[in-house]
C-alpha cells in the first residue's frame, strides 16, 4: 500500500519541510494524506483549469453567512475528500463550533486509511481562507 503520495515521491519532502525519510514508513501515509487534505480545502474551486470543481468555495462568503452556512461548508469538505482523496474511506464531517473570538470554524474529519484503520482530524477555517488540519487520534 502507497504511504506517501506524488508530491512527496517528487520532492523527497512534506509541506513543512520534513524530509520524507526522517518520518517512520508507518505514519508517512497519514501525514501525507493530512497535508493534501489541507492543500485540497485550501484551494479555492475554480483555480484549476483542468479540475473545476477541485477545492472549497470563497471561504470569505461562507464566513460572511456563518452560521448557516456551516452545513454547506461541511458538506463540500465531506464531497471534495471523497472524491480527491482515494487513500480514505468512509469519510464522514462534523460541524464541531463557530469560535467568534477567533473567528474560526472547526470539524472533525472521521474515516478509515486504506489498510490502516480509522484516522480522526481536525480542521479549522479562518476567514482569510486559510485552512488548518491536524491528526488528533483514531
Given at each position: 500500500?502507497?504511504?506517501?503520495?506524488?508530491?512527496?515521491?517528487?520532492?523527497?519532502?512534506?509541506?513543512?519541510?520534513?524530509?520524507?525519510?526522517?518520518?517512520?514508513?508507518?505514519?508517512?501515509r497519514q501525514q501525507s494524506v493530512?497535508?493534501?487534505?489541507?492543500?485540497l480545502l485550501e484551494t479555492r474551486?475554480?483555480?484549476?483549469?483542468?479540475?473545476?470543481?477541485?477545492?472549497?468555495?470563497?471561504?470569505?462568503?461562507?464566513?460572511?453567512?456563518?452560521?448557516?452556512?456551516?452545513?454547506?461548508?461541511?458538506?463540500?469538505?465531506?464531497?471534495?475528500i471523497r472524491k480527491y482523496e482515494?487513500?480514505?474511506?468512509?469519510?464522514?464531517?462534523?460541524?464541531?463550533?463557530?469560535?467568534?473570538?477567533?473567528?474560526?470554524?472547526?470539524?472533525?474529519?472521521?474515516?478509515?486509511?486504506?489498510?490502516?484503520?480509522?484516522?480522526?482530524?481536525?480542521?479549522?477555517?479562518?476567514?482569510?481562507?486559510?485552512?488548518?488540519?491536524?491528526?488528533?487520534?483514531?
Amino acid at each position: 500500500m502507497q504511504s506517501e503520495g506524488l508530491l512527496e515521491k517528487i520532492t523527497g519532502v512534506f509541506q513543512d519541510g520534513t524530509p520524507v525519510r526522517s518520518v517512520p514508513v508507518a505514519t508517512r501515509r497519514q501525514q501525507s494524506v493530512v497535508e493534501h487534505i489541507q492543500r485540497l480545502l485550501e484551494t479555492r474551486k475554480g483555480m484549476l483549469i483542468h479540475m473545476p470543481d477541485f477545492g472549497m468555495p470563497d471561504i470569505g462568503d461562507l464566513f460572511r453567512r456563518l452560521p448557516g452556512s456551516a452545513t454547506e461548508i461541511q458538506t463540500e469538505m465531506e464531497s471534495l475528500i471523497r472524491k480527491y482523496e482515494p487513500r480514505m474511506e468512509n469519510v464522514k464531517v462534523h460541524y464541531l463550533e463557530f469560535e467568534p473570538a477567533q473567528a474560526r470554524i472547526r470539524f472533525r474529519i472521521t474515516g478509515s486509511l486504506k489498510g490502516a484503520g480509522r484516522v480522526q482530524l481536525e480542521s479549522s477555517f479562518f476567514p482569510n481562507g486559510r485552512g488548518e488540519v491536524r491528526h488528533t487520534g483514531r
